[in-house]
């Protein structure tokens, strides 16, 4: 192994210090270090993949990490000092889901690193656990999948135990690993053309001059489908505001409300300003979209969004949601509501999002959004659209909410929303998209009208 590769160890060993230790989250901390490596030119391509890798993979993998290392261990993974732990964690990653790094080289840099950062006690304890694991593989044994599928599938594909037991009463098993599988794979990068500054075909050409292997989506006419790039902070098409990057089903929500050129429209959770810089783009830069937020400085990161894809027909400010329906009663066009949500459909996205995550937030988090909901819907005006969207799966949040919502205010009628999808229309009054069947986000949307 070259020392670049042992830079690269150490890099992800920080990454998993500050997600760890300071409750960092491992996207933006990776982006973060990725970008100030690459600017100073330390990085290559090949170092940046590794590191992605290793952070990634190390944190997704969690508790299960955890679980394996205590078949090797004789006393508490709790009690070794953290970046042990975390130095550990990194050496099991690779030797039990990196087939391409020899079991030495995991070892060997293990020790190293501990070298640096532990004491003679520790560089033997972490020298012992990785080759007894490397001898050993056998001792790690999962429980039986037919008895136990929810510790089973838990274990093996990463994910808390109280998920897969709400996933595998509703999908099955056999669905509900289908899905852990998905969750755990690498989704491509997707950005959206602003086709305020150029088309699709040109910003297609042009990413490929930049050395991306994309393609354009399936599911919306902006979309492309980025599998291969180098390092975004290198693209000057993303600089020169030709692109946004955004899911392919994040983008639909924007169509489904379908705004139009000269409409006030409100996105009531609107930061960062994904879909908001998407509807201004679909009114051509014309009419007003008020983007609300109850922080400041996400709304900051609209304004940036705004600024570098030159819209200026947005508008942000700092409110809370549940107070929208009493300051612009009946003022709206059209109001879209992508609500707070537990964010279940997006864990491929974020490798730690699963093991932050407890079933409380599943009871809490409804009360909060039926009030913005129903906020919401005072201002839109008499023949009005409403849009409610999530980025998770759960029914409690998704249909419960819409269906209460439309029981208390018959004001308002449930569209076909499915026909309101930008290529391929579907008859569902209510879209719910999942991973593993659709091969984007798990996304929910249902568009209503209120009555003139």
Not at 133 to 144: C, G, L, M, Q, T
Not at 189 to 207: C, E, G
Not at 306 to 334: C, F, H, Q, S, W
């Amino acid at each position: 192994m070259t020392d670049k590769i042992v830079d690269a160890r150490e890099i992800a060993l920080k990454i998993l210090n500050d997600v760890e230790n300071n409750a960092a989250y491992a996207n933006i901390a990776l982006a973060k270090e990725i970008n100030r490596q690459t600017l100073q030119g330390h990085l290559s391509d090949q170092d940046r993949r590794f590191i992605t890798e290793l952070t990634y993979g190390t944190v997704k993998t969690g508790a299960t990490l955890d679980w394996m290392l205590s078949c090797y261990l004789s006393r508490p993974l709790a009690k070794v000092a953290p970046i042990i732990r975390n130095i550990l964690r990194l050496g099991m990653y690779q030797l039990f889901y990196l087939e391409k790094v020899p079991a030495s080289a995991a070892c060997n840099q293990a020790v190293e690193l501990t070298k640096k950062y532990g004491h003679a006690g520790t560089v033997k304890f972490v020298n012992g656990v990785l080759r007894n694991a490397a001898r050993s593989p056998e001792k790690i044994v999962y429980p039986n999948r037919d008895k136990q599928p929810v510790k089973y599938l838990a274990l093996k594909y990463f994910h808390p135990e109280w998920l897969i037991e709400r996933w595998v009463k509703r999908l099955g098993t056999a669905a509900c690993e289908e899905l852990c599988q998905t969750n755990n794979t690498v989704p491509p990068l997707s950005v959206r053309t602003n086709t305020i500054k150029i088309d699709r075909d040109a910003l297609l050409l042009r990413l490929a001059g930049e050395g991306v292997i994309c393609q354009e989506s399936n599911w919306t006419p902006e979309g492309i489908v980025c599998y291969e790039h180098p390092s975004l902070a290198t693209l000057t098409s993303l600089q020169e505001g030709l692109f946004q990057v955004q899911d392919e089903s994040s983008m639909l929500v924007a169509h489904i409300l379908d705004p139009q050129p000269g409409e006030f429209i409100i996105d009531a959770c609107g930061a960062p300003g994904g879909k908001t810089t998407h509807i201004a783009a679909l009114m051509n830069n014309t009419g007003q979209v008020l983007s609300t937020d109850i922080y400041e400085h996400k709304l900051a990161l609209t304004r940036e969004n705004a600024e570098r894809l030159a819209l200026t027909n947005i508008e942000t400010k700092a409110l809370d949601a549940v107070n929208l329906g009493t300051m612009y009663p009946l003022e709206a066009d059209r109001v879209l509501v992508d609500a707070p949500c537990s964010g279940l459909g997006v864990l491929r996205r974020k490798p730690d999002a699963r093991w932050r995550k407890s079933e409380e937030i599943l009871h809490d988090l409804p009360t909060l959004q039926a009030a913005i909901l129903a906020s919401a819907a005072q201002c839109v005006k008499p023949g009005g659209v409403l849009v409610y969207s999530t980025c998770t799966t759960e029914p409690g949040e998704n249909q419960d909410i819409v269906n209460a919502f439309l029981q208390a205010n018959p004001a308002f009628t449930l569209e076909t929303t499915g026909q309101y999808l930008p290529v391929a229309k579907r008859s569902e009054p209510m879209i719910q998209l999942w991973p593993h069947t659709d091969g984007v986000d798990g996304f929910f949307i249902a568009r209503m009208i209120r009555q003139k």
